[in-house]
């Protein structure tokens, strides 16, 4: 079967009084019918604008976009705006990472739902208030029916987080891309509302990209995993290859710097040195190379490319290291 959603090649920069910024540089891959992506990398590596692209929001006179992104065969690259309105919300829809400020105050959560439904969908008030009712019961909210009336400053984050889920699920989408949507949350309901998506997507089979800078996350709800780093994917591979044998430092390092329940406490976590480059002025060759431990010299002047990793058919990885170093411990 074709992939749902088949991005090739997709290249995004901005022209800044300051330089070009090269946010997205040559990423491709594939979301299947009822599958989980995962893109994870640290702030800056290009993870929320490739998807805001592929949505059709970050069209300006000062970006340049290139590539190819077939949603169900129709590329939405070159789809036109009012096109884009049609899918964004329904077909396609988006949980951004801040709850407050994607919710208007001045509305209450059910003119907003209700208005995310009749935008696409040809029923009555009533319909689309009964409907925005159901949704927010799915989603764990307590007498959902008067919650319509409230507004977002009374709910917690977590609750305007599953109200912003809610919205999401509201038109029944092919395709769910969550973007940090437990970042500003505590753990308990990390995990809670991580569950809920999890479950969703096994009631409506719809297929999902989460985003996030924490592999922790993705770990029990990610069927593949690119991880990104200064615009482009560095590894990629179903979720168990990635965790039991990562081949990248940087994915190494992501994993370093994750608490684990099995490790002594007395052990700090390892975290990566160094910063995120400048996407105005990147070094050259392999952009890693100013933080990564196992650096030599052809890294900061060869480009490595995304190459299958010897053994496994989905698992492939763009760096210098011989096989064998990579797979070392440090």
């Known amino acids: 079967m074709s992939p749902l959603l088949s991005v090739r090649d997709l290249k995004v920069s901005f022209d800044t009084e300051d330089g070009v910024v090269a946010a997205v540089s040559g990423v491709s891959y594939d979301v299947e019918a009822g599958k989980t992506l995962g893109i994870v990398g640290e702030s800056g590596s290009g993870k929320t604008v490739g998807t805001l692209t592929i ?18 065969g129709k590329d939405l690259l070159t789809s036109s705006e009012q096109q884009m309105r049609s899918i964004r919300g329904d077909e396609i829809a988006m949980i951004f990472q801040d709850p407050l400020s994607s919710l208007h105050p001045f509305f209450t959560i059910g003119a907003q739902l209700v208005e995310a439904i009749q935008v696409h969908r040809n029923v009555s008030k009533a319909a689309a208030r009964d409907r925005a009712a159901e949704l927010l019961g799915m989603v764990g909210l307590s007498d959902p029916r008067s919650r319509l009336s409230s507004y977002p400053h009374e709910f917690s984050g977590g609750m305007r987080q599953r109200v912003m889920i809610a919205m999401a699920l509201a038109n029944d989408p092919r395709l769910l891309i969550a973007d940090e949507p437990t970042t500003a949350l505590d753990v308990t309901v990390q995990a ?10 096994r009631q ?23 991880v990104m780093y200064a615009g482009r994917i560095v590894e990629q591979a179903s979720a168990a290859d990635l965790f039991a044998n990562p081949q990248h430092p940087y994915t190494r390092g992501l994993l370093a710097s994750i608490p684990r329940l099995d490790r002594d406490r007395s052990i700090g976590l390892d975290p990566i040195a160094g910063r995120p480059p400048s996407m ?30 010897a ?12 096989p064998a170093e990579r797979s070392r411990k440090a």
């Open 192 to 201: 809670q509302i991580l569950e809920l998506i999890a479950d969703l997507q």
């Open 311 to 322: 053994g496994s058919s989905n698992h492939r990885v763009a760096c210098l290291l011989e």
């Open 55 to 72: 949505m059709g929001l970050t069209r300006a006179v000062n970006t340049k976009i290139s590539g190819e992104a077939l949603f169900d």
């Open 204 to 226: 409506t089979g719809t297929a999902m990209i989460i985003i996030t800078h924490d592999l922790g996350v993705v770990a029990e709800v990610a069927d593949e995993i690119a």
């Open 280 to 309: 105005i002025s990147p070094p050259g060759g392999c952009a890693f190379h100013p933080r990564c431990p196992r650096a030599f010299d052809r890294c900061s002047e060869e480009l490595p490319q995304l190459e299958a990793v």
